[in-house]
């Protein structure tokens, strides 16, 4: 997701393929998918390539929607007519579409041969395909071309995402086993200081000696006789 498309304000409070509003889980989405240029890279100049990549990725291709709305729609490309967007829009929307409409059919007729070529049937679980299925490559280290392209369904789409078409399909044929999971790192618990030992005479500080004034006794006071001389 570009900064631009970030920056974009939202049309309106209401998602523009169910046209129900958006409370959470809000997403942007491309009405004309980006794979489409992605899997033209090879097939086209850099000049060529990059218009087709700068008109996909601009915020006039893209409109709010509901996050499951999102994953539903997959690579599938939505009549523009149907979308609960303004008209102001739907114009641009139009501009976009009239603008890549080639490369659109070109992609669409390669998928179209590709689901012939799978007998519509999903390349890692062998189940019927619905919505057209999602275009992956079967090694992710090869470059996206067309003969290394299948289709698969979504449910196995969302488990793949950790590993690459080809080796989840091993995995699941039992061919080869997941590698294990790492365990996550557990702190260990903070160390409890040692308990203080008692400090040894020696270590002891020396006591302070009080000094102790000796209170002199007081001498009892004579007493002098009374005489008639003193009186």
């Known amino acids: 997701m570009t900064a631009e498309i970030k920056k974009e304000p939202a049309e309106s409070p209401i998602c523009a393929i169910c046209g129900k509003p958006i409370f959470n ?3 942007i989405d ?11 890279e090879q097939y086209l100049d850099h000049a060529e390539f990059s218009a087709l990549r700068r008109r996909i990725t ?20 939505v009549r523009i007519a149907l979308l609960h967007v303004s008209r102001t829009k739907r114009s641009k929307l139009h501009q976009t579409y009239t603008a890549v409409e080639p490369y659109i059919e070109a992609f669409l007729k390669r998928k179209d041969e590709l689901r012939e070529r799978q007998q519509n049937c999903c390349y890692i679980c062998g189940k019927p395909l619905r919505d057209g299925g999602v275009l992956r490559r079967i090694d992710d280290t090869l470059d996206r071309v067309w003969e ?3 289709l698969i369904c979504h449910r196995c789409n969302c488990r793949v995402r950790s590993h690459d078409v080809k080796t989840y399909r091993l995995i699941r044929t039992g061919a080869i086993r997941p590698a294990p999971k790492k365990p996550k790192a557990v702190m260990p618990p903070p160390a409890e200081p040692p308990p203080a030992a008692a400090p040894s005479v020696s270590d002891a500080p020396p006591k302070r000696r009080r000094r102790h004034r000796r209170r002199r006794a007081k001498k009892p006071a004579t007493q002098v006789p009374r005489t008639p001389e003193n009186a």
């Open 148 to 150: 290394n392209a299948c």
């Open 58 to 77: 601009s915020p006039r291709n893209t409109v709010r929607t509901h996050r499951r709305c999102n994953e539903r729609k997959e690579e599938s490309i």
């Open 25 to 27: 889980n809000c997403t």
């Open 30 to 40: 491309h009405v004309i998918p980006q794979a489409i240029y992605k899997w033209h």
